[in-house]
Nanobody, 115 residues
Framework: QVQLVESGGGLVQPGGSLRLSCAAS????????MDWYRQAPGKQREWVAT???????HYADSVKGRFTISRDNAKNTVYLQMNSLKPEDTAVYLC?????????WGQGTQVTVSS
């Protein structure tokens, strides 16, 4: 079955960096675009970034220039490198993929940006 497992979250000071990982299984990873979303307490889930099958990338304006999405098809893993973190980046970060027309989500990893 399709599984997405995020890791790499934690507590970081403003201006710091974190790298999130999402390990995928149960589908042909190299053929699938992958997305990162985030959800802050009391707010709607927000799209953060997408990487296409060919490695093209797209970002929300709020993270452009600070976050980088990448993928390693040999490891079936997508990454989100987050630099210059701000308190407003605090959220649960989730990866998502559409497989055979159905959306699949990981369980999420908490990122807290605070001094």
């Amino acid at each position: 079955q399709v599984q997405l497992v995020e890791s790499g979250g934690g507590l970081v000071q403003p201006g710091g960096s974190l790298r999130l990982s999402c390990a995928a299984s149960g589908f042909t990873f190299s053929s699938s675009p992958m997305d990162w979303y985030r959800q802050a307490p009391g707010k709607q889930r927000e799209w953060v970034a997408t990487i296409t099958r060919a490695g093209g990338t797209h970002y929300a304006d709020s993270v452009k220039g600070r976050f980088t999405i990448s993928r390693d098809n040999a490891k079936n893993t997508v990454y989100l490198q987050m630099n210059s973190l701000k308190p407003e980046d605090t959220a649960v970060y989730l990866c998502m993929s559409v497989v055979r027309g159905q959306m699949y989500w990981g369980q999420g990893t908490q990122v807290t940006v605070s001094s």
